[in-house]
């Protein structure tokens, strides 16, 4: 919920009441009109109330001026982390708990010949030969289960068939109660003695 839903939804109790009171000294004045006590004290609660309401408005500019700063550092925090996921000079991936890619990096794009557009929503699974899917699908649910970064060296397939072998390191993305929500991968090409491409 939203700062601005929760302020329309219900005034703060302490207005309620100064309210009310107004509204009784109000009917209290309508009874005795000659009366200048009444009339005195009920100015002096409306003054009072609208003392009050100002200063809760301040309060809630302050606090809206304060999240306001805070979402402008979040978005330049994030696009920090974007810019740097688009310009690793390594093949970076992002999928679901499955390994459906969600995201891929420049790097990885060319290092598997092919475009976002053709990756997104796709098995990573596809990128490795068809006798090894199985072992990746299970090394998928063991990484699950683990507390730390895994790596391991697989043989992967660009999209245009050319095989490679490439090292993966693969960790889990969890949420606050500790359920997996996504899989952060690097790929890393190999030479054919396993040294660095």
């Known amino acids: 919920m939203t700062l601005r839903e929760r302020i329309s939804e219900q005034p703060p109790v302490k207005i309620l009441t100064l309210r009310q009171r107004v509204q009784s000294l109000y009917q209290q004045g309508g009874i005795h009109a000659q009366s200048d006590a009444v009339l005195s004290r009920a100015f002096e609660e409306l003054a009072h109330a609208l003392d ?5 408005d301040h309060a809630l500019r302050q606090q809206r001026d304060e999240e306001l700063n805070r979402r402008a550092e979040l978005e330049l925090e994030c696009q920090r982390y974007k810019d740097l996921f688009e310009h690793a000079p390594s093949g970076y991936l992002v999928t679901s708990i499955d390994g459906a890619i969600r995201q891929a990096n420049p790097a990885v794009l060319q290092l598997l010949e092919t475009s976002a557009r053709a990756i997104v929503g796709r098995p990573l699974a596809l990128f ?15 990484l699950l289960q683990a507390a730390a970064p895994q790596e391991w060296t697989v043989n992967m397939c660009s999209w245009e068939g050319a095989t490679f072998s490439a090292r993966l ?3 889990v993305m969890r949420g606050a109660s500790g359920r997996p929500l996504a899989l952060y991968w690097l790929i890393h090409a190999l030479g054919e003695a396993g040294a660095p491409q």
Do not use: W
């Open 52 to 56: 009050e309401l100002q200063a809760a």
């Open 128 to 142: 490795v030969p068809e006798g090894q899917r199985r072992a990746l699908r299970e090394k998928i649910a063991d």
């Open 169 to 171: 390191t693969a960790s």
